[in-house]
């Protein structure tokens, strides 16, 4: 729960655990709540209804202070316009086009040098991540930023399905809750500020369900925060063992929603489980709508879906590289930022009447690929798992010739349902390879709680490990 903290915090007993949870949770509702936050989020919810107009008017408005202000006032790119403008001629900074793809390497490897002059990162809260990677990424905002942000996320995740975060809520994440080496109950700490009760994901198994769903019940909170592969394993378990849970809303973190988690979540907890899409750098954001629309944020941060190979735009329908400028975080600027995900742009606008983008699909990790003896690279391998009973998948790539799919199953899977994954696998690869089909009782986590989609040693190096 508390990183800094980890050595300490595994020994407590648990009232105590509990008790520096809701110590780390009154720190944190200082930071990201306050005087102005219902204000913002009436605010967010206001700007749902703009018209197209409306919302180019206010972004190129919040656009054109941004870039002014990185070019003046941030070292990295100062520096980069000094350089590309000799004598002041050249490309101009004031259209987003003329600037550089940001490398996510650059901001990890100095962050400070992203931070507005006029700022002391002594007095700013900073989020670190380590993604699935393991290196850790810095990122600092002011008290007003956070607050901007959550405001968001209140109006654009809870209130549209009708939940708050002034009513019990219940996480199911990748932080520590407990030492992963515990045994038996209890799984979770309450966190009393944020009215949170706080789920470990390590510890979702077959025997351990049985407790999840009854403090779920004690609990009763009118929504779940969860990572899929975690919510939907838990589902799984519980509906396998005839273990009723609450009804509640569901919301995906961190991790893409396949069709097979949202429909055993659904059936576990009576509710339809919702996608959302976020990133501690705040450079975009996005959630689903009762339409089922994935909608993007644009008070959040703009999208742009560029290719591969060349950075050119792409248009909607087409599949690219998600590649974000941050609006709401005006003293650590991400301009063009490539946020490491590959997403496809609607062509259709959705039927809620809502004006922000639609993302057709999000499609995970833009590392998250397999590359095929003639020299493809085939990203988005959520669909090969459609319609089986699979709460968590895994492809894993050992060799140019050899995929294997790892699975944790949610019901009967014998051989016509391997086969059809198989079949399914190979249709996409359009190569003949080895491919086999292994089912687990869970598959392997990053250090940030998710489960990775993909891993191919052939795309990632041999340093790689299963």
Same mark, same amino acid.
């Given at each position: 729960?508390?990183?800094?903290?980890?050595?300490?915090?595994?020994?407590? $007993?648990? $009232?105590?655990?509990?008790?520096?949870?809701?110590?780390?949770?009154?720190?944190?509702?200082?930071?990201?709540?306050?005087?102005?936050?219902?204000?913002?989020?009436?605010?967010?919810?206001? =700007?749902?209804?703009?018209?197209?107009?409306?919302?180019?008017?206010?972004?190129?408005?919040?656009?054109?202070?941004?870039?002014?202000?990185?070019?003046?006032?941030?070292?990295?790119?100062?520096?980069?316009?000094?350089r590309m403008r000799p004598g002041g001629k050249g490309p101009s900074p004031e259209i987003l086009e003329n600037w550089p793809v940001l490398r996510k390497e650059a901001v990890r490897e100095n962050p400070l040098a992203f931070l507005a002059e006029d700022r002391d990162a002594g007095r700013m809260f900073r989020n670190r991540?380590?993604?699935?990677?393991?290196?850790?990424?810095?990122?600092?905002?002011? =008290?007003?930023?956070?607050?901007?942000?959550?405001?968001?996320?209140?109006?654009?995740?809870?209130?549209?399905?009708? +939940?708050?975060?002034?009513?019990?809520?219940?996480?199911?994440?990748?932080?520590?809750? +407990?030492?992963?080496?515990?045994?038996?109950?209890?799984?979770?700490?309450?966190?009393?500020?944020?009215?949170?009760?706080?789920?470990?994901?390590?510890?979702?198994?077959?025997?351990?369900?049985?407790?999840?769903?009854?403090?779920?019940?004690?609990?009763?909170?009118?929504?779940?925060?969860?990572? $899929?592969?975690?919510?939907?394993?838990?589902?799984?378990?519980?509906?396998?063992?005839?273990?009723?849970? $609450?009804?509640?809303?569901?919301?995906?973190?961190?991790?893409?929603?396949?069709?097979?988690? =949202?429909? +055993?979540?659904?059936?576990?907890?009576?509710?339809?489980?919702?996608?959302?899409?976020?990133?501690?750098?705040?450079?975009?954001?996005?959630?689903?709508?009762?339409?089922?629309?994935?909608?993007?944020?644009?008070?959040?941060?703009?999208?742009?879906?560029l290719e591969d190979d060349t950075d050119a735009a792409l248009l909607p329908g087409k599949s690219g590289r998600l590649i974000a400028t941050g609006l709401l975080n005006e003293d650590m600027p991400l301009i063009r930022y490539d946020t490491g995900d590959r997403a496809t742009l609607s062509e259709s606008p959705c039927r809620c009447g809502r004006r922000l983008p639609v993302l057709e699909r999000v499609e995970g990790r833009s590392q998250d690929l397999v590359v095929t003896r003639d020299g493809r690279r085939i990203w988005y391998w959520s669909p090969v798992f459609y319609g089986l009973p699979v709460v968590q998948g895994q492809i894993f790539q050992e060799s140019l010739d050899s995929i294997r799919a790892r699975v944790v199953t949610s019901g009967p899977f014998g051989e016509p349902e391997k086969q059809q994954l198989v079949y399914r696998i190979r249709l996409r690869l359009g190569v003949a390879a080895q491919v086999s089909v292994e089912t687990v009782p869970e598959l392997p986590r990053t250090a940030g709680g998710r489960v990775r989609p993909v891993i191919s040693l052939v795309a990632r190096g041999p340093s790689v490990t299963s």
């Open positions: 729960m508390i990183d800094a903290f980890a050595p300490l915090y595994r020994r407590l $007993p648990h $009232p105590a655990r509990s008790f520096a949870a809701s110590a780390r949770g009154l720190y944190l509702k200082h930071w990201r709540y306050g005087t102005r936050t219902e204000e913002e989020v009436q605010g967010a919810l206001e =700007r749902d209804a703009w018209t197209a107009e409306r919302w180019k008017s206010w972004l190129d408005e919040k656009l054109a202070q941004l870039l002014g202000r990185a070019a003046s006032a941030v070292p990295y790119y100062r520096a980069w316009w000094k991540t380590l993604g699935t990677t393991g290196r850790p990424l810095s990122i600092y905002s002011t =008290r007003a930023t956070l607050v901007r942000h959550y405001a968001l996320f209140e109006a654009r995740v809870r209130r549209w399905h009708g +939940v708050s975060r002034a009513e019990p809520w219940a996480i199911l994440g990748g932080h520590l809750v +407990v030492p992963r080496s515990r045994k038996a109950p209890p799984f979770w700490v309450r966190n009393k500020p944020l009215n949170q009760l706080a789920l470990s994901s390590y510890h979702v198994s077959a025997s351990a369900a049985p407790a999840y769903a009854a403090e779920l019940a004690r609990y009763a909170p009118s929504h779940l925060v969860t990572l $899929p592969s975690s919510g939907a394993l838990l589902a799984a378990e519980c509906l396998e063992a005839g273990i009723p849970l $609450p009804k509640l809303a569901v919301f995906s973190a961190s991790e893409v929603l396949l069709d097979s988690q =949202r429909a +055993v979540l659904a059936r576990a907890f009576g509710c339809a489980a919702r996608n959302t899409y976020g990133m501690v750098e705040m450079a975009a954001a996005a959630s689903e709508c009762a339409e089922g629309s994935l909608h993007a944020w644009p008070d959040e941060g703009l999208v742009e879906i």
